[in-house]
């Protein structure tokens, strides 16, 4: 391979921790932009690697590790073998270092990227490589390989504007900007923010007006102690883990069988509730089974690995099926609790992060020794519902073990757990990820660029959870703290909420998220104090009102100069229409439920064999039942949830899409639920004493959480004038008639359907389904 080539391919792999004093971790700062100390800064040169072909395709991917590799100092020193003279680095002469000289020269046969890639270093890239040349090439771990240690909490010239630590390291930063926090959000919006992320439901008038009344200083973090010990609260923390989990109700592939896994949801509401500390939260989950004396729960929070997908389809090779399974365990474990892509491990060495093929299958060997097969049996019957290794809840167990597993009848429930084989299966490296292509033998051990695996620590599930938790392990705090964050601010610290690599973004406020991070480990991995931490900062609860100025200097709100404005996620949407219209059935835990769904979905897509070939939708209480409770057939998902970015469980999600689509316009509209939930709040209205304004105000509180103003509430009556003289009785009929629940006797239908109009719009406000 001749030395452009090298040099192309080595640049595309780097990303070379520099040390340079003038630089600042924050995305966008420009780089003579001074900082007190000097701070380690990862510049990542990947951008001008055109496409991973190069690296995962052909007969020698592997083989283009031993050429030139800039982000490996003793390769990057060496001399060249075409020019022994010459070396792509040489520490504090750039001119001298081959490396710059190809993406400096003029000559496009032998610039770095080569043109015809498409692909260009900005000139502050370019400059910032030289600089980092100049002052000596010095190497560092990235950023997220090194354990995090608590910063001191900075000084900042409005002392009057911090409540607590995060506010400190917030307002240095705008300060560094030249910006201001924004006031104090209305106590109206800031209620509906706090309700909707500590509970997932909209207040309830009586909260409003409590909280409203309530002129004392300790009237904010009374309402938040409240909606701490909500058990609500626990329902509402459940739904990010559920996605990082992929738990689901269908066993996934092509006939996507039922599942009974719906008890390890209802431990995970009941772990949040009880506020379970992340370290135990963690441990229970990964290796309950491996615990001294394990208790039934614990073997239940096991659940938590067999949560993935599983096949039962006859004529498939059960080695590569089972092969499937504990490569899903691992990936997850890579992403959704060390934040890494060590998926991309699975066929040869990670081209970005330092993480050998080799490394990724000693992980793989924690979980490699389940007891399970490829295929178990074939779809069809109660005992295909969870795979061994099983366990079995009994009415016994509800009464005296599993109180909180609410089980609806005296049936055999049974759900997949984890459970080890008597002796150590063993584990290759599989030759490009190939089940039936083993090298290597690797015994089980966790990469040396995180943390070593230490010997005190058995070599099981259990050892590793330990090593996970170690406090010198740089990742598990932080990434957790940084989810934590993504679901109170709309996104993390770390934008890339499931990469912390060199692929993924630098933190924006990385002292912070130390700071965070160590705090979270020294107060034992509290949750709860963790949570409050948070929205009781001023950062939290700053106005999501935007001005021209700051939307000029940071229009994505890096800075958190103001509060954050974004659409809630799907579940919540049905939630906040089923409470406030009343119908919310506020039972917790039990089987999922089929509520409205368009006719045809599931037989459509089927494979004609099994419990979930036909939908058959529910009646009833359980039409009202939260959003977390919709039953999720892999191969079919909700669709109203789908539509507005529900996660599908097919695999570990950190992070939900966020798109604004017209699908979701037509769903407010149309969907059966929210009409049903209009006509139900209208038909109760109706009943009450008072004016049309009265009614119209009191809909709009319930929905909306804040009074109307002037304007509104006068649109909104002459709406519902006008359709009182339009709507004609054969209309009002049909509209009345939408919904299950039943229709008030001897109701006035016109004034009804005229109500539910005006409730409708309310529902389809933007302002509704966001919070801010």
Known sequence: MNLRNCIFLALGSAAIALSIQSCNRTPGNPSDEKLPEEVSYNFDIRPILSDKCLACHGPDANKREAGLRLDDPQSAFKALKENPGAHALVA??????????RITTEDTSLRMPPPASNLKLTQREIDLIGRWIKQGAKYEKHWAFVAPKKPAVPEVDNEDWPINEIDHFVLQKQEQKGLEPNDEADKERLLKRLSLDLNGLPPSLQLMDEFLADDSPKAYEKIVDKLLANPSYGEKMAIHWLDLARYADSHGYQDDGYR???????????????NMHYNDFVTWQLAGDLLPNSTKEQLLATGFNRNHKITEEGGVIPEEYRIMYVTDRNDLFGKGLLGVTL?????????YDPFSQKEYYQMFAFFNNVREVGIESVIGGPETYAKKPLMEISDDDVKKILTFVNKPDTNRLIVSVMGDLDTLRKTYVLKRGVYDAPGEEVQAGTPNAILPFDKKYPKNRLGLSQWLFDKRNPLTARVYVNILWQEFFGKGIVKTSGDFGMQGELPSHPALLDWLAVDFMEHNWDIKRLVKQMVMSATYRQSAVVTKEKLAVDPDNVLLARGSRYRIHAEFIKDLV?????????TIGGPSVKPYQPAGLWEGATSGRGLLSVYNQDHGASLYRRGMYTLIKRTVPPPTMAIFDASNRDLCEVKRLKTNTPLQALVMMNDPAV?????????????????SEDKITKAFRLIVCRKPNAKELEVLTAYYNKQLKEIQPAKADKMTAIGEYPLTRNV???ALASLMRV??????????ITKS
């Open 675 to 691: 009409l049903e939930a209009s006509r139900v709040l209208a038909s109760r209205l109706l009943q009450e004493k008072g004016s």
């Open 759 to 768: 409730i409708s719009t309310i529902y389809n406000l933007e302002e509704t």
């Open 748 to 750: 006035d239908k016109k």
């Open 578 to 586: 089923l409470a406030s219209s009343g119908l919310l059935n506020r």
């Open 92 to 101: 504090g002469k750039p001119q001298l270092s081959q490396a710059y000289l």
């Open 260 to 274: 009974t896994q719906w008890p390890w949801r209802d431990w995970v509401i009941h772990a949040f509730n009880k």
């Open 343 to 351: 998926e991309c491990a699975h066929c040869h060495d990670h081209k």
